[in-house]
């Protein structure tokens, strides 16, 4: 969008604005505009929402920020309901990842469960590092990972099950 800032034109895309000064600048926003447009068509950026489930403020913030300097756009919540309510007002999340212990009446495993039902494609990870947890526990095609994790491999891993969307779970 278009705009002016005192006699100065300016574009702003989401989150950012800058003054349009020389054709530099013109060049790299439609660099800009044309990455979205690839990003949205090979189904990243925005369209690759995760959800991070966790009761633990710092923790929560932890692995949001990981997800978000990996590119993807996080949302967060703090029990299983937020979680819900955030899945069901939001149709772009492609993965949720949610710790296994949160007050409450619905655990970890139960909202994976619960996501799995209701929403199918959605990948999900089940974290944990008080509860063991047994492939038979979780639902078709979730990923368990415990505490302490390796961020490498935590990012590797929503990597491949955003990449494939769960196909080869």
Excluded at 113 to 142: C, E, F, M, N
Excluded at 150 to 162: C, F, G, K, R
Aim: net charge negative; hydrophobic share 45%; glycine share 10%.
């Amino acid at each position: 969008m278009a705009d002016r800032i005192g006699s100065r034109p300016v574009c702003e895309l989401p989150g950012w604005a800058a003054p349009i000064d020389d054709k530099f600048n013109i060049l790299a926003l439609q660099l800009i505009g044309a990455v979205r447009v690839f990003a949205q068509f090979w189904g990243c950026s925005e369209f690759m929402k995760i959800l991070v489930v966790e009761d633990e403020p710092l923790i929560r913030l932890g692995l949001a920020t990981v997800i978000e300097e990996a590119g993807y756009e996080v949302l967060e919540a703090a029990n299983a309901g937020d979680a819900i309510k955030s899945l069901e007002a939001d149709r772009n999340i492609r993965l949720v990842l949610t710790d296994v212990d949160m007050p409450g009446g619905m655990d970890g495993i139960r909202l994976a469960h619960y996501v799995r039902d209701r929403w199918p494609p959605i990948q999900l990870i089940v974290i944990s590092g008080k509860v063991g947890v047994q492939a038979g526990q979780l639902p078709t095609g979730a990923k368990f990972v415990g505490k302490p994790y390796h961020e490498p491999a935590l990012l590797n891993m929503v990597h491949s099950l955003i990449a494939d969307g769960g196909r080869s779970t």
